[in-house]
């Protein structure tokens, strides 16, 4: 049962657009959601993440919003670079002090110069 | 301040074997995380230990252990190796503090392959 679902396994852009990567969750224990940028031979690194208390958080150029009833997050980079080349990962877990992680499957982005 | 580090990087083992990965957490955190990461999927958790005492554990058979020393650093142990087990093994270490959200820092992994 995969209650972490990233349905894109992967995503060109344009250098300078917008990228969306999207996620849906099913487990409404779920409060807190993170994203993790993944390079080749490298562990996972945090990017951004958001409460259930809010709707949105922006850390410079990537916005995580989050849309509760829809179960549903996004994260927005804009402009984007091929810096951002990578492997997206969503992740999950409720609020507070548990640090499970429940992760999706993951999207490749690919920015295109 | 050093992040998390995995030993070793690679490493091939034969099934029905055994092998011990080993985890230094970040200065200051004492909880560490383990999961697998099976090709295209994304990380699954393995089990968590806190201060030294497993705390939480995923859909993983006996044969994964781990333990926690005094320092926070920890091992993962597989016993009766499977071709099944061959996967990326991930760390993570954290300091959860009560009704505050804290991110977990990833080591670069363990690569595993089982023939």
């Known amino acids: 049962d995969q209650q972490v679902k990233q349905n894109s396994p992967s995503l060109s852009v344009q250098e300078g657009r917008i990228s969306i990567l999207n996620c849906d969750y099913t487990n409404s224990m779920f409060d807190y959601f993170l994203w993790y940028k993944k390079y080749p031979a490298e562990g996972p690194t945090f990017l951004i993440s958001i409460s259930s208390i809010k709707d949105k958080n922006e850390d410079g150029r990537f916005t995580v919003f989050l849309n509760k009833s829809a179960k549903h997050l996004s994260l927005h980079i804009v402009p984007s670079q091929p810096g951002d080349s990578a492997v997206y990962f969503c992740?999950?877990?409720?609020?507070?002090?548990?640090?499970?992680?429940?992760f999706g499957t993951g999207t490749r982005l690919t920015i295109i110069p | 301040e050093t992040g998390v580090t995995q030993s070793p990087t690679h490493l091939i083992k034969t099934r029905g074997q055994q092998v011990t990965l080993r985890c230094s957490s970040q200065?200051?955190?004492?909880?560490v995380s383990w999961y697998q990461q099976a090709l295209g999927q994304g990380p699954q958790f393995i089990f968590q230990y806190y201060r030294e005492e497993e705390n939480g554990r995923g859909n993983f058979p006996p044969r994964f252990s781990g333990l926690q020393f005094p320092n926070y650093s920890s091992e993962l142990n597989v016993n009766a190796l499977e071709l099944d087990d061959s996967a990326l093994y991930l760390c993570a270490s954290s300091f959860p503090r009560q009704g505050v959200n804290t991110e977990a820092f990833f080591g670069q992994g363990t690569r595993l392959t089982v023939v």
């Open positions: 200065s200051g955190h004492n909880t």
């Open positions: 992740a999950a877990r409720p609020n507070f002090g548990n640090e499970k992680l429940t």
